[in-house]
């Protein structure tokens, strides 16, 4: 499960990455690495200043992540990989949508 995780956390997700776990184990590692993808790049840029207060929803199928207006808008790099994310999370089961309060 932790090689799936590794392989998983970062750019593209490879239709292979899953194939060794056991069924039992399939949903729980597609849900981790979506929420262990969302927190890279969360702390990608290893920024001092404190990540505000954040909301994420979790479904079966759904992620949702609301954030502070104002602080992601202050990150235009952030916004397009959370928006770009959403691109890429069907591949582990789940639609993420990134949105702002």
């Given at each position: 499960m932790l090689a799936a995780l590794i392989r998983t956390h970062r750019r593209g997700i490879p239709k292979s990455a899953f194939e060794a776990l056991p069924e039992r184990l399939l949903l729980p590692a597609k849900r981790t690495a979506a929420i262990l993808r969302l927190a890279v790049l969360l702390h990608r840029a290893?920024?001092?200043?404190p990540i505000p207060t954040l909301e994420l929803a979790a479904s079966d199928v759904e992620l949702r992540l609301l954030l502070d207006k104002e602080w992601?808008?202050?990150r235009p790099l952030l916004?397009?990989?959370l928006i770009g994310e959403a691109d890429d999370m069907p591949g582990l089961g789940v639609t993420f949508?990134?949105?702002v309060a």
């Open positions: 290893h920024d001092l200043e992601i808008d202050a916004r397009a990989d949508r990134p949105f």
